[in-house]
T-cell receptor
């Protein structure tokens, strides 16, 4: 079956670094996405990985290991506004290239 | 500005009264999708469309209809809404190889 696992909740301190993990088991793979979603708002795109390795974009970085079915999102220099849910999604390799979504990790950043 | 516009943002209706949630994108994307998001269940795909006049069921299509007569528009129709369709709904669009851009969401309450 298709499955994506992420921790349900995490807490961190302002200014710190936090790593949010995502493991996946899918029948096909055509890329992994990370989205940020503030409560009651739309998800917004953060990063996309299709090859193994680290992609850095400002304070946010995302890592992928296809052989391990594993990704993480790294957030540096945490700010209060980073308190949000972080969604991991894998794009299937099938004809419709469907996105399979994790349930999200709710991150609380404390002062 | 590239965006997905969905309306209304908030809607309270009564059981059985037909309603339509509109969705329009200005990015010339082929792929559009409707999701509902419920606490603890994450994003679940209702219907998707790979191009004009091409639509298909997602994971939770019961009680919903869609149409794709023009590339930019993808309305979601609830012919006879029921209280279990109370949810936060998102329309999203993407091109073939990229991630979704989401609309702002529609919070629907069926009483």
């Amino acid at each position: 079956g298709q499955n994506i696992d992420q921790p349900t909740e995490m807490t961190a301190t302002e200014g710190a670094i936090v790593q949010i993990n995502c493991t996946y088991q899918t029948s096909g793979f055509n890329g992994l996405f990370w989205y940020q979603q503030h409560a009651g708002e739309a998800p917004t795109f953060l990063s996309y990985n299709v090859l193994d390795g680290l992609e850095e974009k400002g304070r946010f970085s995302s890592f992928l290991s296809r052989s391990k079915g594993y990704s993480y999102l790294l957030l540096k220099e945490l700010q209060m506004k980073d308190s949000a849910s972080y969604l991991c999604a894998v794009r299937d390799a099938g004809n419709n290239r469907k996105l399979i979504w994790g349930l999200g990790t709710s991150l609380a950043v404390n002062p | 500005e590239a965006q997905v516009t969905q309306n209304p943002r908030y809607l309270i209706t009564v059981t059985g009264k037909k309603l339509t949630v509109t969705c329009s994108q200005n990015m010339n994307h082929e792929y559009m999708s409707w999701y509902r998001q419920d606490p603890g269940l994450g994003l679940r795909q209702i219907y998707y469309s790979m191009n004009v006049e091409v639509t298909d069921k997602g994971d939770v299509p019961e009680g919903y209809k869609v149409s794709r007569k023009e590339k930019r528009n993808f309305p979601l129709i609830l012919e006879s809404p029921s209280p279990n369709q109370t949810s936060l709904y998102f329309c999203a669009s993407r091109s073939a190889n990229y991630g979704y851009t989401f609309g702002s969401g529609t919070r629907l309450t069926v009483v």
